[in-house]
């Protein structure tokens, strides 16, 4: 039972990863041309952290209210914090957009830089998602590479269309 609980922890601890760093990645794609650097690392935070505290409050009240009673507070702390890497997914990739528009990057640049961060931490997690799955040989390299194309399709988007159109 104990094994089954820690599995589950650090499944969803790789799983809020995954989705954080799609988030990031999403809002630098998005906005990565309209917001000074400063504002859009602010954005982004905000952003998951509104995801993150829906996510739960979704999950407390679809999936654990039992009987009429909500969790005890052990629990919903325990469910907290193995959400938390949705959010500090986040860290690694507006840390590289702060330190690329420190080094004189233009905005738009240091955003892509930091979308760049996200996409390789977005392959990292998946490829740590399909490893703890025991994926091997093809089918954990076509699992990682999924993560890798949809992050590629973020850039696209955001360098072909939002900027070509905008």
Known sequence: MADDTAERTAGRRRASGIYGAIVTAAILTAAGGQLPTVPLAIAVVVTLLVYWTAEEYAELLG?????????????????????????????????????????????????????????????????SAARAARLRGPTLVVATCAAGLLGVVMILMKNLVLVHLH
């Open 63 to 127: 999936g654990h209210v039992r009987d009429g009673k909500f969790p005890d507070m052990a629990q919903i702390v325990a469910e907290l914090r193995a959400t938390w890497p949705m959010v500090t997914a986040s860290y690694v990739p507006l840390a590289t957009l702060l330190l690329a528009r420190l080094a004189g990057a233009s905005p738009v640049t240091a955003a892509n830089v930091g979308l760049a961060a996200a996409v390789l931490l977005l392959v990292y997690h998946s490829w």
